[in-house]
């Protein structure tokens, strides 16, 4: 498979995981209110539903801000947009605490980003201002150790 066909399923996965993400809250959602209804309606039972309000709230908005970089990543991919290097780096990275699926979705993003296919795809779409790489000679000449021999320091004269 090319790094571009890499590119897109892995756009679409990200888009496809956002959706499920937000569908799973819309549910959840269902259910929290559901209750905060019941709460509501028994005598005592305004102080329940406002603690299940908060709680719905806190959930609500902790599962948005993990579903948007899958979004962001998904539709950077598909668009091959500059930035989407990063942005997928940051949806795996989110995605990765969602065991099993989300995990495997970490890892297969990470391994095409930083694979061979990944850095051509995207190394390509350096900004206009931006430097070209090394040349190779530099990078195998920086890379290569000085052997320095150890030279013990001069006895100092005896003054006594």
């Known amino acids: 498979m090319q790094g571009t066909d890499h590119n897109k399923i892995l756009g679409i996965i990200h888009l496809v995981y956002g959706i499920l993400g937000v569908g ?3 549910l959840i959602s269902v259910v929290f209110l559901v209750f905060i209804g019941i709460s509501a309606a028994s005598a005592d039972g305004l102080l329940g ?4 309000g908060v709680v719905l709230l806190v959930f609500l908005v902790i599962n948005i801000v993990f579903s948007i970089p899958s979004f962001l990543a998904g539709y950077a991919m598909l668009k091959k947009k500059k930035w989407a290097r990063t942005a997928s780096i940051v949806a795996a990275v989110t995605d990765g605490m969602s065991f099993p699926f989300g995990t495997a979705l970490c ?6 980003i930083f694979s061979d296919q990944g850095r051509m795809l995207y190394d390509n779409m350096r900004p206009a201002g931006a430097l070209p790489p090394a040349p190779p000679q530099w990078v195998s000449a920086s890379s290569k150790q000085r052997e320095v021999e150890y030279v013990p320091p001069v006895t100092p004269p005896d003054w006594r």
């Open 24 to 26: 799973l809250i819309a």
């Open 49 to 52: 539903a406002g603690i299940l």
């Open 107 to 112: 890892i297969y993003t990470l391994w095409f």
